[in-house]
């Protein structure tokens, strides 16, 4: 790696290209406890693998709530971007049990260069949708978790 206070030539060719939800969404709708996939395409010239890129996902509720951040940050930087040809790059994060209940989200998307603040392109509000619930829960996201009816006096089995 080249030090972070070593600037990368050009930064304005880096771009987010395309932002697509997969997994059981369908028509900009999923239910909670289904698989959200966020698709993300990007224009990553040879240049900025010298510092690497890093992918970062900000889950926004549509009244501004900033719900998580997910980002590549702790994996090896080529790790997560599959190469698709002429420096377009595509990665994929996974959420596998989404915990969101009913409400509007986006995800906004940013290029960041490993191992610094850089923010190298953005797409506020890439990707728009909604999480119907098939309860009657409010709040924001569901947890997973038990009950327990055992007396502090009583042994664990």
Known sequence: HVPASEPIADVSRCAVLKVELLGDVLNGMVFNGQQLIV???ALIPAAFWRHGV??????????????AAL???HLPATSVWIPLGADVYRARCIIADLP???????????????????????VHRA??????????????????HSWSTQDDNDSAT
């Not at 890093?54 to 719900?67: A, P, Q, V």
């Not at 969101?100 to 986006?106: C, K, M, N, T, V």
């Not at 995800?107 to 953005?122: C, D, M, W």
């Not at 309860?135 to 924001?140: E, I, S």
């Open 71 to 73: 980002t590549t940050r």
């Open 54 to 67: 890093d992918l970062g996902l900000l889950l926004s509720r549509n009244d501004g709530l900033k719900c």
């Open 127 to 144: 990707a728009v949708f909604e999480v119907r619930s098939s309860g009657w829960d409010v709040a924001l996201m569901r947890i997973e």
């Open 100 to 122: 969101l209940l009913a409400g509007r989200y986006d995800f906004s998307v940013g290029l960041l260069e490993s191992g610094s603040p850089l923010v190298l392109a953005q």
């Open 39 to 41: 698709h993300v395409e």
